[in-house]
């Protein structure tokens, strides 16, 4: 069975079905049962920053903090922090194709790679999540490019009729974006976003595993999205 038959097999499987072909088994991990910004602040220390937007409840329930496995989230796409050919690679890239299967990197080899801040879809295969979209951080601190990786996800995720999203911390690591700068640039992104587009997204989720991600997005989602 060639790439598009296994992702046509997969995006019309009964979710009972599907369920049952999960890399992650009975671990997988729906929308409904992750808490929103409103939710999870409740357990967060609260400090007062200072701050350019105005709280907007509705914001703040379109908006979460996920601490776990990107590839467990059942919901309609996950981003991928790739690389320029779009094959695979370590972290949460080589994560994504091993737990979606063979038949990823057959569509990722048909879209001819992708460059750095832009953004490609494909089929999500035995994940939870229905489509992977894939974008390229830069290399180092370079603010526009990792800007640009945010938008064009959103926009991509806008023009395909999905609803909930997650992104990993994209070009931190390895890529040597500094964490902190890096999360800045992700909230103003997603604030912005949220902002011009109110009902096409239900959840974005900031989906995090190192507990020094954890810290600084519970401190700057204080300042992008108040309470």
């Known amino acids: 069975m060639g790439f598009a038959e296994d992702k046509s097999k997969y995006l019309n499987m009964d979710l009972k079905e599907k369920r049952a072909q999960y ?31 105005k709280k907007d409840e509705r914001l703040n329930n379109q908006v979460s903090i996920f601490v776990g496995d990107i590839t467990a989230l059942e919901i309609d796409a996950i981003v991928n922090a790739a690389n320029n050919t779009l094959r695979g690679g370590g ?16 569509e990722c080899i048909t879209l001819n790679g992708c460059p750095t801040g832009e953004a490609k879809i494909t089929g999500g295969y035995k994940l939870p999540a229905k489509y992977i979209i ?16 945010y ?3 959103l926009n991509l995720a ?3 009729g999905l609803k909930s999203i997650a ?9 040597g974006y500094p964490n902190e700068n890096a999360a800045h640039v992700a909230l ?3 604030r912005e976003f949220l902002e011009k587009n109110e009902s096409v997204m239900d959840r974005v989720i900031f989906c995090l595993f190192l507990p020094v991600d954890v810290g600084i997005y519970e401190s700057l989602m204080q300042k992008y999205f108040p309470l």
Do not use: M
């Open 23 to 53: 890399h992650c088994s009975t671990s997988y991990v729906t929308l409904d049962s992750i808490p929103t910004w409103t939710e999870y602040s409740k357990n967060v220390k609260s400090i007062q920053p200072s701050s350019d937007f």
């Open 134 to 149: 894939h974008t390229v951080g830069p290399v180092g601190e370079k603010p526009e490019l990792l800007k640009n990786c």
């Open 167 to 175: 992104f990993p911390c994209i070009s931190t690591g390895v890529y």
């Open 151 to 153: 938008l064009n996800s």
């Open 188 to 190: 103003k992104i997603v």
């Open 158 to 160: 806008k023009e395909s």
């Open 91 to 106: 972290g949460v890239d080589g994560a994504i194709h091993r737990a979606a299967g063979k038949s990823l990197l057959a």
